[in-house]
């Protein structure tokens, strides 16, 4: 009888919850680092029917995002250009690149070059651009360096938290809404100066970002 | 015991090796664990729709449709953009009109509004100063014209309002991007460029001269 279980068994108990420990553990961290917008959205860089290059004509052409993006500052809806935008300027460069044909057959057919949507507030949320961008909020807060993106990719996770962020403390971020399309300014004075500036800016311009549920959610 | 972990730590590495980490650029799109009400029945601007043959939620307007103008409900010079010169920058007798429309006051604040029209919208072409060397030009742009010549120094201010309206030759349209009264605000700086260039020390007010270090 005394003989049937090695003497080892009896710290088996306590292996087996130490494991079990360890494995909830990891399992729980992998959730928090994998379940969430921070990881299934941001990096989301479909292929587009144009290899459209923000890099080469927001960046290096010096281009306001406004020429392409032209109602971001006037609706609550930004824009995607119209393929008239890009003969603008492809009506005579580069007029027989392989790489601009939808282009050419959007323009000359009236139907829409079918671009992927990347960033994308899920319906039950209401999100405006025009309110943002006339108060001093860059587009790159929530879309990063586009000015550098080869292919645009999503860069922030959009989340609500991400949102209220900012909503509790806009002072951070709000600028001169002439600098709204420069993406690669920051406040010369730094930090200390930047929330300076913008707690004067709140002050100024009353800005009272909602943080009630019904002002996302209407 | 030991092979349990050796289990675990094989499940873990293939479970990061196939999930990546945070931040890496993928092609997949993002992975909706509940997607409720993500999706709704309901048209968003530039939307595609499951109704219509060609699939775009935002209409093109019918052929022969009016363009209304902006408070249509009074009858005021805007009412079905009824002002010529105004809206197509003509006069009774259908030439170009010069001079600019009664409802617009050319003022700093026009001219601020221009500035900032013309970097976004023609310097890419234009260039800053309106000399036609913008940055496209190394780009095979080679027709841009410069402003500062004598057909275009005396062209009707109409006639300005109307390439930006309708395009040119090789220049198309602004007129999706530019409301009208942003138009002639665009016109306005255009000859506030024109003028820059044919500006002599005598322009400067006597208040000035002291700073630019001239007597």
């Not at chain 1, 586009?146 to 999503?154: D, R, T, Y």
């Not at chain 2, 010549?149 to 390439?163: A, M, S």
Request: charged share 20%; with cysteine; net charge positive.
């Amino acid at each position: 009888m005394s003989k049937l279980f090695p003497k080892s068994v009896n710290k088996l108990p306590l292996q087996i919850l130490i494991f079990i420990g360890l494995t909830a553990s990891i399992v729980a961290a992998g959730i928090t680092y994998y379940a969430t917008p921070k990881y299934s959205r941001v990096g989301y860089a479909p292929v587009q029917p144009v290899p459209f290059n923000h890099a080469l004509h927001a960046g290096h052409l010096g281009m306001d995002c406004r020429y392409c993006h032209s109602n971001v500052e006037k609706s609550g809806h930004s824009n995607v250009p119209t393929a008239q935008t890009c003969m603008n300027c492809h009506n005579q460069i580069k007029t027989d690149s392989p790489l601009l044909a939808p282009v050419r057959e959007s323009y000359a057919s009236g139907n829409p070059v079918p671009w992927v949507k990347i960033h994308k507030a899920p319906d039950y949320v209401y999100f405006n651009h025009s309110v943002h961008v006339a108060r001093g909020v860059s587009c790159v807060e929530c879309h990063g360096k586009i000015n550098e993106m080869e292919v645009v990719h999503h860069a922030k996770p959009l989340s609500m938290g991400w949102c209220l962020e900012c909503h509790r403390e806009p002072e951070k971020f709000v600028r001169d809404p002439k600098l709204v399309t420069n993406l690669d300014w920051k406040h010369p004075g730094g930090t200390a100066a930047q929330i300076e500036e913008g707690k004067k800016f709140v002050h100024d311009w009353n800005i009272q970002p909602p943080q009630s549920c019904s002002g996302c959610h209407r | 015991m030991r092979y349990a972990y050796l289990v675990l730590f094989f499940f873990l590495v293939t479970a990061i090796s196939v999930l990546g980490f945070r931040g890496s650029t993928t092609t997949r799109p993002p992975l909706e664990i509940f997607p409720d009400m993500d999706h709704q029945a309901k048209y968003k601007p530039q939307a595609e729709s499951a109704f219509f043959a060609d699939k775009r939620t935002d209409r093109p307007s019918p052929a022969g449709s009016v363009a209304f103008g902006r408070t249509a409900i009074q009858s005021d010079g805007n009412f079905l953009a009824a002002d010529d010169h105004m809206y197509r920058g003509t006069q009774a007798d259908g030439t170009y009109a010069r001079g600019f429309p009664s409802s617009i006051t050319v003022d700093g604040k026009l001219l601020e509004r221009g500035q900032l029209k013309y970097t976004i919208y023609c310097a890419p072409c234009h260039g800053a100063i309106g000399d036609g060397n913008g940055i496209t030009k190394q780009y095979g742009m080679g027709a841009t014209p410069t402003y500062h010549d004598e057909r275009l120094r005396n062209i009707p201010e109409g006639d300005i309002y109307h390439t930006i309206t309708a395009g040119k030759n090789n220049m198309l349209s602004y007129a999706d991007k530019l409301e009208p009264a942003d138009r002639w605000a665009v016109v306005a700086y255009v000859r506030a460029l024109q003028r820059a260039q044919t500006g002599t020390v005598a322009d400067v007010p006597s208040s000035h001269k002291s700073e630019l270090g001239l007597k």
